[in-house]
């Protein structure tokens, strides 16, 4: 064999594809496409609103980057324990989107400072340091439930989206999960020790594998001080005005519905995942390049 010859036995399939293509004809152009995904590009715009916010406050008149690592540990400390986000959003969603951003801008944070950062997130977790940890809520439930639920048209419309809402925010359920949930999968309501209701809910697709969980959801029937954060109080209204069903009068009418088929949530699929989405990005009301928009009431 002629050593300049490469053997066809074991051949790479970058060598064969060489042999195919033309390297001048690639598009390798980069510069159209998206950097980022356009869920991470939601976080970032509401994080970038967060911390704007935070600096009107704390530092009038100063540019948001490059980041300054005394602002930024001071805004991770108060997003945390005097707001009361939930750490996971301050650390999943608030400081990832400004690093990226701040990188986005050209700078870089030194590893010193990352540490600083990292420090504070250290000594939020501390329970000590922090009596709200566990108890934070996501960034959408304290600021944008409300909004959301008063700005849509028609009971039916609200209490369905807004039960869904809660239900994923409470159980951390994504759209392909929600999507599967029948009247059928309702197979408990009872009352909790506290003088709650729990209705338990069986959920049988996971990241679209099949499974056999059952989820609690727990809360009043009736208005609460709290109703905007009731996943009960908002399931309540929409079985009833949407099937007819009254959950206080469960187990009358369980048997005649065990195998009642009906989606709980009948919606389009890609309507289901912008409202779950949005237990995620905590922005669907801001995000001004969302394909399925809520119903604003106009003035």
């Known amino acids: 064999m002629n050593n300049n010859t490469i053997s066809t036995i074991g051949r790479s399939r970058l060598q064969t594809t060489l042999e195919d293509i033309d390297l001048n004809d690639l598009d390798t152009d980069a510069s159209t496409s998206t950097m980022y995904a356009a869920s991470t590009i939601a976080k970032h715009d509401y994080s970038k609103k967060m911390y704007q916010l935070f600096l009107n406050k704390a530092a009038p008149g100063s540019e948001m980057f490059p980041l300054d690592c005394d602002l930024f540990c001071k805004f991770i400390f108060v997003s945390s324990v005097k707001a009361r986000y939930s750490l996971n959003t301050v650390t999943d969603q608030f400081i990832p989107a400004l690093i990226r951003i701040n990188k986005m801008h050209g700078f870089n944070l030194s590893y010193n400072k990352e540490q600083r950062v990292h420090h504070m997130v250290h000594r939020i977790a501390l329970s000590e340091n922090n009596p709200v940890i566990g108890e934070g809520k996501p960034a959408i439930l304290i600021d944008h439930l409300e909004e959301i639920v008063s700005h849509m048209k028609g009971a039916q419309e609200r209490y369905r989206d807004a039960s869904l809402f809660l239900f994923s925010i409470n159980c951390g359920s994504r759209g392909v ?89 009948f919606m389009d699929d890609e309507y289901m ?8 990005l905590c922005v669907v009301l801001l995000c001004e390049e969302c394909s399925v928009k809520w119903v604003r009431v106009e003035n």
């Not at 338990?200 to 109703?227: D, L, Y």
């Not at 995942?273 to 995620?280: A, Q």
């Open 177 to 265: 999960s929600c999507e599967y949930i029948r009247i059928m999968d309702i197979i408990n309501v009872m009352e909790s020790s506290l003088g709650n209701v729990i209705v338990a809910i069986r959920v049988t697709v996971v990241k679209g594998a099949k499974v056999n969980h059952v989820i609690n959801i727990e809360g009043q029937f009736e208005s609460t001080m709290n109703k905007y954060k009731d996943p009960v109080y908002w399931l309540f209204r929409h079985l009833n005005r949407s099937f007819g069903l009254n959950l206080k009068e469960f187990h009358n009418w369980k048997h005649q519905n065990e195998n009642n088929t009906d989606k709980i949530w």
């Open 273 to 280: 995942c912008v409202v779950v989405l949005c237990c995620v």
